[in-house]
């Protein structure tokens, strides 16, 4: 993430801009899952509730001021800056990778489920590709397709992961109250900070003039 964020910054073209979020997004979609393991791993069970909700507060608390440091550091500097930033603290984070203890779970299975992951990928990217190009394009072959495949790569993981002796996600976890409860207020509470972002993008866009 780190050095992605640093390729984004020094990015020549609007080609290798783009090439370098993308490494930057899969460094980013790592970093959430293995930062949240470290914690269980690290912490007895009586400290382990404040320590998740500690951090579900500061991440939803840089969510909602990353574009308001954003939108400071391009007015105050360059669009690079914005990049920038990451790479000091990576780069502390790194040097302080020696002192955290190991996560590794040595009783966990040794294989991967590389079918469910498969199908995961191919039902997010299937239906993102439908919400985003849906509303703009209308019901195009490729939306349809997209849409059809995203849906059916979905149902399909679900119907694997009930199967599978090994699988990405235990369905059984959601047998959890406190852990669907958790899960059903962290879709809410991103839902309502991603729409209001959207709501006052396109408030400032009209205010301003833009179509």
């Known amino acids: 993430f780190t050095l992605s964020s640093a ?10 801009l783009v090439a370098a979020r993308l490494a930057q997004g ?8 293995g930062s949240l393991a470290m914690i269980e791993s690290s912490l007895i069970a009586e400290d ?4 998740i909700g500690a951090w ?14 954003g939108g400071w550091l391009i007015a105050a500097s360059s669009w690079r800056a914005v990049f920038l930033i990451n790479v000091p603290i990576g780069a502390f984070v790194a040097l302080a990778a020696g002192r955290v203890p ?7 299975p040794r294989r991967l489920d590389a079918a469910g992951a498969a199908l995961a990928s191919v039902g997010l ?16 072959a490729a939306v349809v397709v997209a849409g059809c ?19 990405m996600l235990p369905l059984q976890v959601f047998s959890s109250r406190q852990f669907s409860a958790a899960n059903l207020v962290t879709f809410a509470v991103y ?12 408030f400032l866009q009209i205010s301003l003039g833009y179509s």
């Not at 579900?56 to 440091?69: I, V």
């Not at 190991?102 to 966990?108: F, Y």
């Not at 990217?125 to 195009?140: F, S």
């Not at 495949?149 to 699988?167: D, K, M, T, W, Y």
């Open 56 to 69: 579900s507060g500061l991440a939803g608390t840089a969510s909602a001021l990353g574009p308001l440091l």
């Open 191 to 202: 839902g309502a900070l991603g729409g209001v972002f959207f709501m006052l993008v396109a």
């Open 125 to 140: 990217a299937g239906a993102t590709y439908a919400l985003i190009e849906g509303p703009r394009a209308g019901l195009t």
């Open 102 to 108: 190991e996560s590794r779970d040595p009783a966990a």
């Open 7 to 16: 390729l984004c910054a020094l990015a020549p073209s609007a080609g290798a």
């Open 48 to 51: 382990r509730p404040r320590a």
């Open 26 to 33: 899969v460094g980013g979609a790592l970093l959430t899952p």
């Open 149 to 167: 495949a995203g849906a059916l790569g979905l149902i399909a993981f679900l119907a694997l992961e009930r199967r599978v002796p090994s699988p």
